[in-house]
């Protein structure tokens, strides 16, 4: 028999989001030697890969901001407070939930900083491209850079990849999408710049504008209401959440015509604002991406499934290690969001078995890869929650790796 190899890491953890920071700093702050490896130059998730300029689930819906998540979360938003950025609470006049605004270069250098002050060693630009296992366990990971490849061997193993990547390369099954194999539909939010601010953005105008364009237009949006826009903090830019596109699976094909219809409309949609909207004469598009945003793709198998019925009546239970706030938020229909809040106190608990893997006894899931159902995946798969589960999947990792 060989004899066990040594570990280079206590934990390692996959993705750099929300879930994958909130892992990372969980585990660190355990006394565990982490590695967080994200395939980007930069971390932040969607907030910084795909334009989604909010942190949701961060408090419960409701008249006032009840708070739902803290931990290591606040470590951010008390250096994204250093940084120039107010964290605080925003009501959304479209939605009437809770969250908060980001700047995505606040953000990046954020984490930077959080993550190191923590002693957590970063790979960017860097994938999972293979792994190693026994019949119960990870064993190691080998690792795609631009230094070429390597095997890191360590004790706990956490997919925060929002895409069960490591999961699908160590064998664990994994659901597409709905049980039906139907996907949350894609978003593409854009930054518009060169507005005059000194003229109120007309939503009555812009949802005639865009009944006219519809009825030619090559991109028309299911939004009905103008969108979801606030302003980007420390900027005059808009942010503007107006088109989505449905995706039929997940491979690249359909990625790529995603990505190329979305950045056509936004083109189409800001020139709309231009010519129709007072105020935007001189606007432009600032920011698209830099990639679409995807709220779905693959669920590995977990050893419970966080279910709809759970959020809805708002259920309590003493292995809870996170809380769902989030409404469960269905972008089934592209463009048509249906809202159903969540039920009993405002919040749900998150059991520790919907971040373990079914399966493997040292593979746990943070962020969008936790455990749960069409419904409940609706809720859980924002960033704030995302934060939660990671610091929980994080110290767990640590637990299991003493």
Request: one cysteine or more; glycine letters at 12%.
């Amino acid at each position: 028999m060989s004899a066990k190899p040594e570990s280079d890491y206590d934990v390692i953890v996959c993705g750099g989001g929300a879930g994958g920071i909130g892992a990372a700093l969980g585990a660190a702050q355990a006394g565990a030697r982490v590695l967080l490896v994200e395939k980007y130059g930069f971390l932040g998730g969607a907030a910084t890969t795909s334009n989604v300029l909010a942190y949701c689930g961060f408090f419960q819906q409701g008249p006032d901001p009840i708070k739902a998540v803290g931990g290591v979360a606040d470590l951010v938003l008390d250096e994204l407070r250093r940084l120039g950025l107010d964290c605080a609470p925003f009501c959304s006049p479209t939605t009437q939930n809770w969250i908060i605004l980001l700047e995505p270069e606040a953000v990046k250098l954020a984490l930077d900083r959080v993550l190191a002050a923590h002693g957590v060693t970063v790979l960017l630009h860097t994938r999972v491209a293979a792994a190693t296992r026994t019949a119960e366990r990870l064993q190691s990971v080998t690792l795609a850079g631009m230094d070429g490849r390597r095997r890191v061997v360590a004790e706990s193993f956490i997919d925060a990849t929002g895409d069960a990547n490591l999961s699908l390369i160590a064998g664990l099954p994994c659901r597409t999408g709905n049980d039906m194999g139907h996907l949350q539909a894609v978003s593409g939010p854009i930054r518009v710049g060169g507005l005059d601010t000194s003229v109120p953005i007309d939503r009555t105008a812009i949802i005639e504008a865009f009944r006219e364009y519809n009825k030619t237009g090559a991109y028309p949006t299911a939004r009905e209401d103008g969108g979801i826009f606030t302003q980007v903090p420390r900027t005059g830019d808009m942010w503007w959440m107006m088109y989505d596109h449905a995706l039929p699976d997940l491979s690249s094909e359909s990625f790529t015509r995603a990505e190329q219809a979305a950045r056509a409309a936004a083109q189409d949609y800001v020139e709309v604002l231009r010519n129709r909207v007072p105020g935007f004469e001189n606007a432009y598009l600032s920011q698209t991406g830099p990639q679409i945003g995807i709220r779905e793709s693959r669920h590995p198998a977990a050893r419970y499934e966080l279910t709809g019925e759970d959020l809805l009546t708002g259920r309590q239970r003493p292995d809870g290690v996170a809380k769902a706030a989030w409404p469960i938020e269905d972008h089934a229909v592209a463009g048509k969001p249906v809202y159903r809040p969540i039920g009993g106190d405002g919040y749900a608990d998150i059991p520790l078995d919907c971040l373990r893997a079914k399966g493997l006894d040292n593979l746990y899931f943070a962020g969008r890869t936790i455990g749960a159902d069409a419904a409940a995946y609706a809720s859980i798969r924002v960033m704030g929650t995302a934060f939660a589960t990671g610091e929980a999947a994080g110290r767990a990792a640590a637990r299991n790796a003493a």
